[in-house]
């Protein structure tokens, strides 16, 4: 039996993902340019049936449908018939404002997408608050059509910036704008009783300490249909040497190829803590191409067009296509669109047909009835794990609620690997490419190695728990956040040498109380140097997605390369005065250091950076909380070592009579999945090991007949091949 505790076992997991300004981070952004914000006086303005609203607000969707959280409206808007052109020294910008009343959020399908060298997009919405960019033709992967992630509110401006004094025919446009009636956001001003609905049975994911739920997390994706609905999907793993960037979901939810072309694939849209806030500050990539789909069986298998980078933590899912009824199972996904949910039954699935005619007979699992939890609608095409972690079929649909919480269907993959011989409707050329016959795969982190090389730095001692310094009234603050000396801008030094990229920061925050969602902290690395230099990455995140005594983690949404020593830190803004007693922010720092040269803190005063040696009101040598994750790189299957890969595989007795054992010296591996196959290649055996090698992994097989039999043994990224004997014993 899974166990999970719904109250007692709650645990902070800092996946806090930034944003610029406020907003939105994903969909490879890139540094060009800036903005130039110019004053609206005119602003196109979508029609939307208010009477269409409301019907599509007082619906109850079906589960076995996407989640429709707006209405698509299809336009054709180009430079030449809206908005207006303005010159900014040596580019050409077309300024395009968009609004709809009554819209919680606004999203584009730009097409044509066909930025030439140069040219880059921002978005921001009316009053500033989120403001997405860079957009280059790279974040869209050279494609000629790109969906824009929604940014809240009833308008929107988007500027497209192009290189010299025109801009070229059919270089860009928009095709369709989605007013969202739903609420894709939670805006504190409209506090919509739309937004965040999934029922009050659903748990955090976070509410769970069970690693075998936050590792498979990592897989699980929020997809945006059409700019107009709302599905989970889940990245699996295959039987070969290359990394795919395969997501499964449900037919229903991408049925067509440009249905998958039209995809934003948001992920870790998760709550930082258990019954925590929403976050908006995500990481998604847009577009996929359509690989497998079949009705029958319901079942869509896309490939995304961009890898998902280091910082995003992706992991592909295992799966089993074996006979053996999982003995309890979990499902992970977004309903209606919420953040990330764990549902969990404790008890074995039944085989069952989906009772809607249409599908396949008995390719279903039926869950009778949850222990935790259940699904809605946008739950459709959400994983169903086993109690290994492996995906055993994707969500169609079913009557379960909070109140009644029975009889869900999940499409079974073993039946996606097998219902039809036509490579585009089913699975098998896609997860096993290498016709290995396996039955079982096992989940992989394609950045694996790329983190065993990865190192963390940081000035705090390890016995160093930390501490805060608070002004005395009449002062108030700390003297590592705002305070009544309007100190407000912080630095760390780190010393280093070489060349690496900057994965993911870690600060220990001593405080933090807020009053408004504006309360946030901007986040930078700067150059090296005597003082911090120049900018190098920068983010925001909001106050309320921070704890007090809490690490809290975010990254710049790529990694961020570094030459030599360089200062990591932050800016507190509040809306209200800074020269007011109000709320305050601090991060914890070291006890002082014997010495003023081990100081590595700094502030900045409004006009100058200085030491914390000279901190006005508590001048010590110190060190920030703060550590930094590095990696050497971010290239896919890059191997460092080959000669570790390499070494000897012994396969011993062979011949063998009840069993033999696999030996293997060298570097550590983390996953090692083994499948072994007679003559004619059917598999006789398949196991997965964690931590196994260097060492000794036996096999037992007494049970087998006499005769020749050809192991698959992947370590890790690395495969070895080979056949074993079977005596007979008599």
Known sequence: MIQYNRLKERVFIATLLLFTYLALQGQMEFPAGSALFPDINHWHEIAVDPLEVELLRSLDQPKDQPYRFAIPVPVELTPENAGFVVQRGNETVWVMPLTSKGALSLNLILSPFNLPEGAYIWLYDRDQRVVRGALTAESGAGRLSMPVMPLPGDSMVMECHFPGGSIPAGAIGIKQVAHDFAGFFELEETKDIYFGRSGSCETDLN????ANYLTASRSVVRLLVGGAELCTGVMVNNTGSEYKAYVLTANHCIETAALADETIFVFNYISPWCDGPDITGVHSLSGSILRATNPDVDFTLVELLQFPPLVYRPWLAGWDITATVPSSTFTLHHPEGDVMKITIDDNSPITASYPVSGYATNSFWRILRWELGATEPGSSGGPLFDQNGRVRGTLTGGSATCAEPTNDFYAKISRMFNITTITSTHLRPWLDPVSSGA????????????????????????????????????????STGNNSEGLKRYAEYFQFSGTGEIAWVRMKVAAVTYLSSIDSLRLYVWSGGAIPGLVLAS???????A????????????TVKVTGSYYIGYEVYYRSNMMLPQPQFAVKHSDPWPLDSGNTAWFNNGTSWLPFTQ?????MPVSLDISVVMVDNTILNNIEDPESETSPLKVFPNPFTSGFCFELEGRGVTETSLSLCDNSGRIVYAGEYRNVFPGVLPVELPYLAAGIYHYSLRNDSVLYTGTVIKADSR
Do not use: V
């Not at 509410?207 to 069970?210: D, E, F, I």
């Not at 983010?539 to 997605?545: D, F, G, K, Q």
């Not at 704890?547 to 790529?558: S, V």
């Open 207 to 210: 509410c769970s300490t069970n």
């Open 439 to 478: 039955t079982i795969a096992g989940g992989r982190d394609p950045y694996a190695h790329n983190l065993s090389l990865s190192d963390t730095l940081t000035n705090m001692p390890l016995s160093d728990p930390g501490t805060s310094d608070a002004y005395i009234a009449p002062g108030w603050g700390y």
């Open 539 to 545: 983010r925001m995140i909001r106050l309320t997605e």
């Open 547 to 558: 704890k007090a005594d809490a690490e809290l983690q975010f990254d710049f949404g790529r």
């Open 615 to 619: 901190h006005p009101t508590f001048p």
